[in-house]
């Protein structure tokens, strides 16, 4: 007689797959970008992507044994912190300043709302304002591309806004990244060949990205000029955030709605957000702020997008 | 929807074999759906195979009956492979009168047969639906009102099984006889068989019979759910809180319908069934004729040597299967499978948060949104749960396969459901 069986409930048999692989293929879809930054803004980009990543390692780390939770550090979701934040700075940074950001983003962003699935906004995202709001100097002063001398330049978006005319800039200036900006947002084309891959391996879906992007430039080309319907909604989309926003930060699992529907009410909402903030508010770039609010949002989302129910109209 | 490994080769080119029965039958007074049979038997009676031994008077319930013939050596708690322990008939076999014998009807005797009559003689044969919900069929047999369409439901989704796959392929005239005959009495126009792409000797075999549409069915699970197979044969939805007569479809498991087959054209009451025992520590997975109350430990041995002791064994499919605690649990009505699984295979996974990445959301057949049932299940938020309308889940486990922090939700689903019916 048998007696010594294994006893659990159904099923009784799990698909292949687990969070620490999403998280890392998502940080290995963050390499084409990083890379871009480094190229287009030379090795600081590199050092203030590597000090932002292993604060948020050891912050998570510190975290987890003081609070003698389960050890979580390898689950890649820190290291995803950590580059999105870096991502988000300008390359000539003091180094302290990513450090700064970092322990912010996990201990205020992340673990205090009880760690790994519980933080209502994007952890890096956090970080950055909090950024924003303490050295903005730092924040908006950036190097200009391909210079290693830090010559320091203002970004399209930011010059668009003192109304100075961009006309040295081309479209494919703006998709490669020869542009001042963040390390990891300027290289569109590397953001695409990222986001393909998570889009490819289904960790992400269109709805959130797609209503974002076809947003802003709707809401841009509509009121970005001075005329109704002149705006410039391809520099728009080109410039700033907006890509790295829309693919790799509205696209948090844990801070977005859960249904399709649910997730196109979130694009359109950061869409909006950042074209109002862009085109009338005192910022030049929004994304990261629209992002904010719409993780807010999401609760409410949530609530009023349920699924169908089979059977239901 | 969502595609799993199917596992189906172990077993599926391997011909119904006769497993002979055994000394001890133990039969539990519950193996449907609906009320607990009494016992009409005592200890000590001699007991004729195929002969009633417990019943009662209720809406809801089927008979039971002898599996073999013998004596009646006790009636006791037991290992039941649903309920964990029930009462039980226990009959010791004497092995001289064990051969089934039961003959064919003339034609004439069937041809006379009304709706009434079948479902006479489906209730005193103790059928009930053998897919896996042992509902009793008498009671499906009865429509309030007129029916339309006729579904056989051949899908038999769930992996590693492929009981129904043979039943189909080697009882095709036996099925269409007996579904023609119910369709004539039920008067409805359409007769379907739903049956996934990965069986295409069911399908070749079908494909013969004129009366019978055979639908080809793409082999995703839970492709064999009631109200799946109905949306996916005639693409319309059963409306909540309705049942497939609203919409005037009745539903039937291939091996129900065989079941009734012997029934009616043999008077054979429901005592033994077709049982897939299979899985990575068999040589020789089977698909085996076994009579109810057959402890598992005999098909297990029957099906030769092991390649390595199991340490996890499942009656039903891996998907909605029970996991038993002891071999001396005994086949009863609903039991279509028998899955033993190594030591690796059975290994469980830990736990980790969820993240919200929604896989179980788009993975739902029902369309509901299992993390969120989890998650309020866990905190015991019962009206939450009501809000997400828990009480909806068909308990396919979609949800719980899918997951990739590896959480429990069909358990706290489980858990919600009998929360919310309080």
């Known amino acids: 007689m048998r007696n010594n069986l294994i006893v659990s409930g159904s099923p009784h048999v799990h698909k292949q797959g687990s969070v620490p692989r999403i998280m890392w293929t998502v940080v290995f879809s963050l390499i084409p970008a990083g890379a871009a930054g480094v190229i287009i803004f030379g090795l600081d980009a590199l050092w203030v992507t590597l000090v932002a990543v292993i604060t948020a390692v050891f912050t998570e780390a510190v975290f987890g044994i003081w609070t003698k939770k389960k050890f979580t550090v390898l689950d890649g979701s820190a290291v995803i912190t950590g580059i999105l934040l870096a991502f988000n700075l300008p390359s000539n940074v003091p180094l302290w300043l990513p450090i700064a950001g970092s322990i912010f983003s996990i201990v205020i962003g992340k673990q205090v709302f009880g760690g790994l699935g519980q933080n209502i906004f994007n952890p890096a995202l956090?970080?950055?304002?909090?950024?924003?709001?303490?050295?903005?100097?730092?924040?908006?002063?950036?190097?200009?591309?391909?210079?290693?001398?830090?010559?320091?330049?203002?970004?399209?978006?930011?010059?668009?806004?003192?109304?100075?005319?961009?006309?040295?800039?081309?479209?494919?200036?703006?998709?490669?990244?020869?542009?001042?900006?963040?390390?990891?947002?300027?290289?569109?084309?590397?953001?695409?060949?990222?986001?393909?891959?998570?889009?490819?391996?289904?960790?992400?879906?269109?709805?959130?990205?797609?209503?974002?992007?076809?947003?802003?430039?709707?809401?841009?080309?509509?009121?970005?000029?001075?005329?109704?319907?002149?705006?410039?909604?391809?520099?728009?989309?080109?410039?700033?955030?907006?890509?790295?926003?829309?693919?790799?930060?509205?696209?948090?699992?844990?801070?977005?709605?859960?249904?399709?529907?649910?997730?196109?009410?979130?694009?359109?909402?950061?869409?909006?957000?950042?074209?109002?903030?862009?085109?009338?508010?005192?910022?030049?770039?929004?994304?990261?702020?629209?992002?904010?609010?719409?993780n807010a949002a999401t609760p409410f989302i949530d609530r009023y997008t349920k699924s169908r129910i089979y059977g239901t109209k | 929807m969502v595609k799993l490994a199917e596992n189906k080769h172990y077993s599926e080119n391997k011909a119904i074999e006769k497993l002979p029965p055994p000394s001890k039958a133990y039969l539990p007074l519950i193996q449907h759906l609906g009320k607990i049979c009494n016992p009409e038997v005592k200890v000590g009676d001699m007991i004729k195979l195929g002969q009633r031994i417990a019943n009662i008077q209720a809406n809801v319930y089927a008979p039971i009956h002898a599996s073999i013939s013998g004596v009646v050596i006790a009636i006791q708690d037991w290992p039941h492979p649903v309920l964990g322990r029930a009462k039980a008939i226990i009959l010791e076999g004497n092995s001289q009168s064990d051969e089934l014998t039961f003959s064919l009807k003339s034609r004439q005797e069937i041809d006379k047969l009304s709706l009434a009559d079948i479902r006479k003689i489906v209730l005193d044969a103790g059928i009930v639906g053998m897919g896996g919900a042992s509902f009793p069929t008498h009671v499906k047999l009865n429509p309030p009102k007129p029916l339309d369409t006729l579904i056989i439901n051949g899908a038999e989704c769930e992996p590693y099984l492929t009981a129904d796959a043979r039943l189909m392929v080697e009882r095709t005239a036996e099925i269409a006889e007996v579904v023609t005959l119910i369709a004539g009495c039920l008067g409805v126009k359409d007769i379907y068989i739903g049956i996934e792409d990965n069986k295409p000797e069911a399908i070749k075999a079908f494909s013969r019979i004129s009366k019978i549409k055979v639908k080809v069915l793409k082999s995703d699970y839970p492709q064999g759910g009631e109200k799946q197979i109905i949306q996916n044969i005639l693409g319309k939805q059963?409306?909540?809180?309705?049942?497939?007569?609203?919409?005037?479809?009745?539903?039937?498991?291939?091996?129900?319908?065989?079941?009734?087959?012997?029934?009616?054209?043999?008077?054979?009451?429901?005592?033994?069934?077709?049982?897939?025992?299979?899985?990575?520590?068999?040589?020789?997975?089977?698909?085996?004729?076994?009579?109810?109350?057959?402890?598992?430990?005999?098909?297990?041995?029957?099906?030769?040597?092991?390649?390595?002791?199991?340490?996890?064994?499942?009656?039903?499919?891996?998907?909605?299967?029970?996991?038993?605690?002891?071999?001396?649990?005994?086949?009863?009505?609903?039991?279509?499978?028998?899955?033993?699984?190594?030591?690796?295979?059975?290994?469980?996974?830990?736990?980790?948060?969820?993240?919200?990445?929604?896989?179980?959301?788009?993975?739902?057949?029902?369309?509901?949104?299992?993390?969120?049932?989890?998650?309020?299940?866990?905190?015991?938020?019962?009206?939450?749960?009501?809000?997400?309308?828990?009480?909806?889940?068909?308990?396919?486990?979609?949800?719980?396969?899918?997951?990739?922090?590896?959480?429990?939700?069909?358990?706290?689903?489980?858990?919600?459901?009998?929360?919310?019916?309080?």
Not at chain 1, 194 to 203: D, E, P, S, V
Not at chain 2, 328 to 344: D, T
Not at chain 2, 368 to 393: F, G
Request: net charge positive; hydrophobic share 45%.
């Open chain 2, 238 to 422: 059963v409306p909540r809180g309705k049942l497939p007569f609203d919409i005037g479809v009745l539903v039937q498991n291939v091996a129900t319908i065989y079941a009734i087959y012997e029934a009616v054209f043999k008077g054979k009451p429901l005592i033994e069934r077709l049982v897939t025992v299979t899985g990575n520590c068999l040589v020789n997975p089977k698909n085996l004729l076994v009579r109810l109350g057959t402890p598992i430990n005999n098909l297990i041995d029957f099906c030769g040597p092991l390649k390595e002791e199991p340490a996890k064994i499942i009656i039903g499919g891996p998907m909605m299967g029970i996991a038993q605690y002891t071999d001396e649990v005994p086949i009863i009505k609903s039991s279509g499978g028998l899955l033993l699984m190594n030591e690796k295979e059975a290994e469980t996974i830990e736990e980790t948060p969820c993240i919200r990445c929604a896989a179980c959301v788009r993975g739902c057949p029902v369309g509901l949104m299992p993390c969120q049932i989890n998650l309020a299940s866990e905190k015991l938020l019962w009206d939450l749960v009501k809000e997400y309308k828990a009480s909806d889940c068909i308990e396919c486990g979609i949800c719980n396969y899918v997951c990739p922090a590896n959480r429990r939700l069909l358990q706290t689903i489980k858990r919600a459901k009998l929360e919310g019916t309080k």
């Open chain 1, 126 to 294: 956090v970080g950055r304002v909090f950024l924003m709001a303490s050295w903005p100097k730092y924040m908006v002063t950036f190097v200009k591309p391909f210079s290693f001398d830090a010559v320091t330049s203002a970004t399209p978006l930011a010059a668009l806004k003192e109304g100075k005319i961009l006309e040295h800039l081309s479209y494919l200036d703006l998709f490669l990244g020869k542009r001042g900006g963040c390390i990891g947002e300027v290289c569109i084309l590397a953001l695409l060949i990222g986001a393909a891959i998570l889009l490819f391996k289904g960790y992400i879906s269109w709805h959130i990205p797609a209503t974002y992007i076809f947003t802003t430039a709707i809401f841009v080309y509509i009121f970005g000029a001075k005329q109704l319907f002149h705006g410039d909604w391809l520099f728009h989309i080109l410039s700033g955030g907006l890509i790295l926003g829309a693919f790799f930060m509205a696209t948090d699992y844990v801070a977005t709605p859960l249904t399709a529907k649910g997730q196109i009410i979130f694009g359109v909402g950061c869409g909006l957000f950042t074209a109002i903030i862009r085109i009338w508010g005192g910022y030049p770039e929004g994304a990261s702020y629209a992002i904010l609010m719409m």
